[in-house]
């Protein structure tokens, strides 16, 4: 499905984006690894998919559980290997399956933030754990990673993108983070909640880098403050 999907949708986004990817050589070439990246757009998983491919990684990515039921998106992403999320049930089998992918030598994609982001100028809002537990019980590699762009073509929440102009798209990967402080401690929750602010501090540095500017000090939390609605968010500026 990798291949197929690599046949049709790669030449789609080479008509619609120009590409800048930055950081290649942070990328294992083979093995478990842990790609986690920002997340403004709807069609980010495409644009990111697009660069770990293109540099010799087929991503599994966690993604929400509701995807899967789609007709047709749902058979593609189950045999794809993608792994549902369901986010209303404590406990789901996300966490098990992402460990598998990882023994077997796979790439986990992950956006820590679990949707998009809801800052009204696109930084990085507060993430939740699962990606530091999947971390320190995998022990896998964690390559911090954030790309730019894709809010161009479809705006955040927005459905309908804008596929008259060729977009410029960043994507940057980081060296990978380590995790070993918090090994053996996936339970404590100061802990998790601790390593989530060091791998979102470093994705947010990367976006800091593309974007030419630096991240508010006060960082978005959703389950705390006022929810922008599409309207409210701007169009940025690039570097």
């Known amino acids: ?111 820590p933030e679990g949707t998009l982001t809801r800052d009204k100028d696109l930084w990085p809002m507060k993430a939740k754990t699962g990606l530091a537990r999947l971390a320190i019980l995998s022990r896998a590699p964690v390559i911090p990673c954030a790309q730019w762009g894709a809010e161009d073509i479809l705006m955040p929440y927005a459905k309908v993108p804008r596929i008259f102009k060729r977009t410029k798209v960043i994507v940057v990967a980081g060296p990978a983070l380590d995790f070993s402080p918090w090994y053996g401690k996936e339970d404590d929750f100061a802990a998790v909640q601790e390593a989530t602010e060091y791998a979102m501090s470093a994705v947010t540095r990367l976006l800091e880098e593309i974007r030419g500017e630096l991240a508010p000090a006060d960082i978005f939390d959703p389950r705390s403050s006022d929810l922008p609605t599409i309207g409210n968010f701007k169009k940025k500026k690039r570097k």
């Open 1 to 111: 499905m990798f291949r197929v999907g690599s046949w049709i949708v790669i030449p789609i986004l080479e008509l619609l984006t120009k590409r800048d990817w930055r950081g290649i050589e942070n990328l294992p070439k083979s093995g478990p690894v842990i790609a986690i990246s920002n997340h403004i757009s709807y069609a980010d998983p495409l644009i990111f998919a697009h660069f770990l491919f293109s540099n010799g990684r087929a991503v599994r990515f966690l993604a929400k559980a509701s995807l899967f039921k789609v007709p047709v998106l749902g058979f593609i992403l189950r045999t794809a290997g993608q792994v549902p999320v369901d986010r209303e049930i404590k406990g789901s089998e996300a966490m098990p399956h992402a460990l598998a992918f990882l023994k077997a030598g796979h790439c986990v994609g992950i956006y």
